[in-house]
DNA sequence: GTGAAAGCGCTAACAA
DNA sequence: TTGTTAGCGCTTTCAC
């Protein structure tokens, strides 16, 4: 597990090019004040012997790392149901990579990986986190913030206490959850529900806030607690059709939970969209392709959210004039399918 | 972006327990042949300053990193479409925490990622590495292996080039193909079809040679081509009712395959299972417990695979005796559901 | 514009 | 058992 090929160092390629240390140091990092003909010789023994700067020994004199921390809190195993961690995922990696930066994954499973990650964090080996906690009582981006390391949220973080100046990554819920109401009310639905996702999850709340904005009053009764999974969408489905059998029209948190109610309506005899139209929210391929009928759905843009994410990290402080809001909200649009 | 606070040095941690560096340094790595008493005032005073060891300048001196990366070649966003991915990367971190080794994350785009990531490994930043590779004519594996670092594939790799002494981690893909397909001929199934994988993935091929082990020639004319996709699934099975309308099982290669076969037997008026026996492979839950009706399938313990996956390159040496079989195949079982 | 020299914080011989 | 010392490979003043 150790290296074997022992790498040529600056020295070697100090030697080759004619030139000293410094100077090759000078030309690896950009060449600036360096005169173009030693910068070429240096370019042409670094490319002869293969060099590769060592990062360990870049770090200890710079004090960075060019790596960035992804952690991702995943007390359920819903994080890993979905395509959505994976994507957020590639858009990060994208933009690390354009900016020579490393990712490295933090996955936590419960409290004693907390400890560690705060170890992590604290001890300066990476130069900044993102981090995606689901919880609103989740106790990582406390522990997080504590351990002064520039960090970036995905999605809007939940907790009580008076935390300022928390910058985050967010899609717009709330907005998304309008638009997915208002469609309906426009198709001339009059008893819209509505099928919440887990409350604990700030994205949840938000949907549901934006059921209310339209429903108002209302909706209140058609609202119908649910998970953000399929089965969670069944019994919320059942609950809602024995309790306001006229329902013509749900709008799910999300995909799964329509899935879930769409399975329902279809034992229950009742027809999609013509007797219930549905709503769902992620646009979620694998899922809103294939129900029956395909979903009509909120999408967001969830790679762009982790490209912002990382870019945030990266050039924060450059981009930011002070009092800048700290949350950045991205849009959502409507996918309209055969479901309502 | 830069750490802020002067973080304490060994050299701290010394001067406040009254002892030497060195000696610091052997308590913080084990303690091993220090004095009781010593070790317990190291220990109080690395507490006390919150003490924790620079990574960087401990790796320029062992020349040890205590990171793997995980490298993801992705030139479809297939990968993406999947939970498969995040599974395997749940088992693998499980596995490198519990030997406190980091996760780098390297997800590649097309060619120009593979110089990216044949520097970064060559480089020598890490101990290791974990490499997905899909396609049999990815040049990745290769561009790694000549990087020199230990590296364990995840997946049958499936390049021509005489290259042994392969370490890799992977399902029984054949095996679980050959129990779904005996399976479906235990309940009097005569005339089994076979939807394939994209058949430059070696998964798909083992299947496939999975399904013609039980069905030999007889199964010839039934074997569909498909990619892996719902709509390839659609696609195949169509085909496979004009040419064989008298069809009465399906074997697909995968989950997402099986679902879009699914459709086009309603679609054409065949009832499941009845009519047409369906059997899918990977139990991707959130496809397989949402078809209609639900999935019967082969199930690969993927969270297993990125375990042992990392088991192998951490511990590699030590369990290997020469000649041990590069390859590590682990088991399917079937999971009965409705389909068939 | 270029080079010489001083560390960054740690581990690993080697001495004591 | 403990301390002393010499680097690991690099960046960065500071002279030249």
Not at 291 to 294: I, L, M, Q, V
């Given at each position: 597990?150790?290296?074997?090929?022992?790498?040529?160092?600056?020295?070697?390629?100090?030697?080759?090019?004619?030139?000293?240390?410094?100077?090759?140091?000078?030309?690896?990092?950009?060449?600036?004040?360096?005169?173009?003909?030693?910068?070429?010789?240096?370019?042409?023994a670094?490319?002869?012997?293969?060099?590769?700067p060592?990062?360990?020994?870049?770090s200890?004199v710079?004090?960075?790392?060019?790596?960035?921390?992804?952690?991702?809190?995943?007390?359920?195993?819903r994080?890993?149901?979905?395509?959505?961690?994976?994507?957020?995922?590639?858009?990060?990696?994208?933009?690390?990579?354009?900016?020579?930066n490393?990712l490295?994954l933090?996955?936590?499973?419960?409290?004693?990986?907390?400890a560690?990650?705060?170890?992590?964090?604290a001890?300066?080996?990476?130069?900044?986190a993102?981090v995606?906690?689901?919880?609103?009582?989740?106790p990582?981006?406390?522990?997080?913030?504590?351990?002064?390391?520039?960090?970036v949220?995905?999605?809007?973080?939940?907790?009580?206490?008076?935390?300022?100046?928390?910058?985050?990554?967010?899609?717009d819920?709330?907005?998304?959850?309008?638009d997915?109401?208002?469609?309906l009310v426009?198709?001339g639905?009059?008893?819209?529900?509505?099928?919440?996702?887990?409350?604990?999850?700030?994205?949840?709340v938000?949907?549901?806030?934006?059921?209310?904005?339209?429903?108002?009053?209302?909706?209140?009764?058609?609202?119908?607690?649910?998970?953000?999974?399929?089965?969670g969408?069944?019994?919320a489905?059942?609950?809602?059709?024995?309790?306001?059998?006229?329902?013509?029209?749900?709008?799910?948190?999300?995909?799964?939970?329509a899935a879930?109610?769409?399975?329902?309506?279809?034992?229950?005899?009742?027809?999609?969209?013509?007797?219930?139209?549905?709503?769902?929210?992620?646009?979620?391929?694998?899922?809103?392709?294939q129900?029956?009928?395909?979903l009509?759905?909120?999408?967001?843009?969830?790679?762009?959210?982790g490209?912002?994410?990382?870019?945030?990290?990266?050039?924060?402080?450059e981009?930011?004039?002070p009092?800048?809001?700290?949350?950045?909200?991205?849009?959502?649009?409507?996918?309209?399918?055969?479901?309502?």
């Open positions: 597990m150790t290296d074997t090929a022992p790498r040529p160092t600056l020295e070697a390629v100090a030697a080759r090019a004619g030139v000293s240390r410094a100077t090759v140091s000078r030309v690896v990092n950009g060449g600036d004040g360096v005169r173009e003909p030693l910068v070429e010789r240096v370019r042409r670094v490319e002869e012997l293969g060099y590769v060592n990062q360990a020994a870049r200890l710079t004090r960075r790392h060019d790596a960035v921390a992804v952690v991702v809190a995943e007390p359920e195993t994080v890993f149901a979905d395509p959505f961690f994976a994507l957020q995922l590639r858009g990060i990696s994208k933009e690390l990579t354009a900016h020579d490393q490295v933090l996955l936590t499973e419960g409290r004693d990986d907390h560690r990650v705060g170890r992590y964090l001890g300066g080996h990476v130069d900044g993102l995606f906690s689901l919880h609103l009582d989740d990582l981006p406390g522990l997080i913030q504590r351990a002064g390391v520039p960090t949220f995905g999605g809007r973080p939940g907790w009580s206490d008076g935390l300022r100046d928390v910058v985050y990554v967010d899609s819920n709330r907005g998304g959850a309008r997915a109401v208002r469609h426009g198709l639905r009059t008893r819209v529900a509505h099928i919440t996702g887990a409350l604990d999850q700030t994205s949840a938000d949907r549901l806030e934006g059921f209310k904005d339209v429903m108002g009053d209302a909706g209140r009764e058609l609202v119908v607690r649910g998970d953000f999974t399929p089965a969408g069944e019994r489905m059942r609950e809602l059709l024995d309790r306001c059998p006229d329902v013509d029209a749900v709008f799910a948190a999300n995909d799964l939970t879930g109610a769409l399975r329902v309506l279809r034992e229950r005899g009742r027809r999609v969209p013509e007797d219930v139209a549905v709503i769902g929210f992620d646009d979620m391929l694998p899922i809103a392709e129900t029956d009928p395909p009509t759905t909120v999408r967001q843009d969830i790679e762009e959210m490209r912002l994410m990382a870019r945030l990290l990266l050039h924060g402080d981009e930011t004039p009092g800048t809001p700290a949350g950045v909200v991205l849009p959502t649009t409507l996918v309209r399918r055969a479901s309502a």
